[in-house]
């Protein structure tokens, strides 16, 4: 277990701006176009987490030799390159992580490949495969869209990485729930896909105004406000999957109840997400129950101080320092060192804003 620890006090307002790391989804997406494309590209603003500093650790070496376990049934595997051949896909689940190493394959394929989302994800890898030029096509229909992808060789970028709303989220849930807060997050990302929380907060009565910067970039000014209880559908899941942890930090400061649906994403995460949540709520006062996949927050306790852990999940380690801060007395987070995977400076940004 990590010794890492952080801890937090309630009851003090948080007031200031404050801007949140690269978004993390953009950031990957970006070294990998940037790898592939021909000439020299320019990215600023990067997420500093761990993750997205092993994907730049990674592009270089891309030729060097490993080994799969027990005939490829366990990672490391190797990947036999060959003639790549265009496909017409549908995701058996909604995954941006699935979508976008379909596309990045389709870039060398032989023809043009074709993927169907019934459900709407994240789109930075279409996004960004057409500021490199690439011949990618999109089509809305109904709830989702289709990509026609053909061959493509890819210009330089010069992007400036907005900030990563899955981090936002934190800081307007946080003012929202302490009375007397005003928190500013500045340039974060809140186009197709990845604005879901915001709709989310604002069913619940959360107080907040987008001051837009561009079509896709705003600054959120977010205040506190009483909420009410709401219910996020499994269709909404696939838009907020990153946020649930702190929404349920907000569904425990609400009055009444608040359900989250079709949750089955998260336990396959960092950490099964539904049990940790759960778990680490009720540690600091929360009515926290499971139904299956469904997580049920029942709101109208007051939150105390407790010693909670991270399980290692970046996320669940920041929605309980969110916690402590309504919560009275002191709250105990440990392992805390999760923290770096994403958001190596949340407790450096806390102290500016207290």
């Known amino acids: 277990m990590s010794a890492a620890v952080f801890e937090v006090g309630g009851g003090v307002a948080l007031r200031g701006r404050v801007r949140v790391p690269g978004d993390k989804s953009i950031s990957h997406r970006a070294l990998l176009l940037a790898a592939r494309a021909e000439g020299r590209s320019r990215l600023t603003g990067l997420s500093d987490g761990d993750d997205v500093v092993r994907t730049a650790a990674a592009i270089g070496p891309l030729g060097a030799h490993v080994d799969g376990r027990q005939g490829g049934t366990l990672s490391p595997l190797v990947v036999r390159g060959g003639g790549l051949a265009g496909i017409d896909y549908t995701p058996p689940v909604p995954s941006a992580q699935v979508k976008s190493a379909v596309l990045l394959a389709g870039l060398g394929a032989a023809e043009e490949t074709v993927l169907r989302e019934p459900v709407l994800t994240r789109m930075h890898t279409e996004e960004l495969l057409s500021v490199c030029g690439a011949k990618v096509e999109v089509t809305r229909e109904g709830h ?3 990509i ?9 970028l010069a992007l400036e990485v907005p900030g ?3 981090h936002a989220a934190f800081w307007v849930v946080a003012a929202s729930i302490v009375p007397g807060s005003e928190v500013v997050v500045e340039r974060v990302y809140v186009g197709p896909g990845r604005s879901g929380f915001l709709d989310v907060l604002g069913r619940m009565g959360a107080a907040f105004e987008l001051q837009w910067q561009d079509d896709t970039t705003a600054d959120i000014v977010a205040r506190h406000s009483p909420l009410v209880g709401t219910e996020v559908t499994g269709g909404e899941v696939p838009g907020v999957v990153d946020e649930i942890p702190v929404l349920a930090v907000a569904a425990a400061m609400a009055e009444g109840e608040t359900r989250f649906r079709d949750l089955a994403e998260l336990r396959v995460k960092e950490s099964d997400r539904v049990a940790t949540v759960r778990a680490e709520l009720s540690a600091v006062g929360a009515r926290v129950e499971t139904a299956g996949d469904d997580l049920v927050v029942t709101g109208g306790t007051r939150l105390r101080g407790a010693a909670v852990r991270s399980h290692g999940d970046h996320r669940v380690a920041m929605a309980m320092a969110v916690a402590g801060l309504a919560a009275e007395g002191r709250t105990r987070v ?3 060192d999760a923290v770096a995977t994403s958001y190596p400076a949340f407790a450096a940004d806390l102290g500016r804003l207290r």
């Open 164 to 166: 990563d709303p899955s």
């Open 148 to 156: 026609r992808l053909r061959p493509s060789t890819l210009s330089p």
């Open 334 to 336: 440990e392992g805390w």
């Open 144 to 146: 989702g869209q289709v």
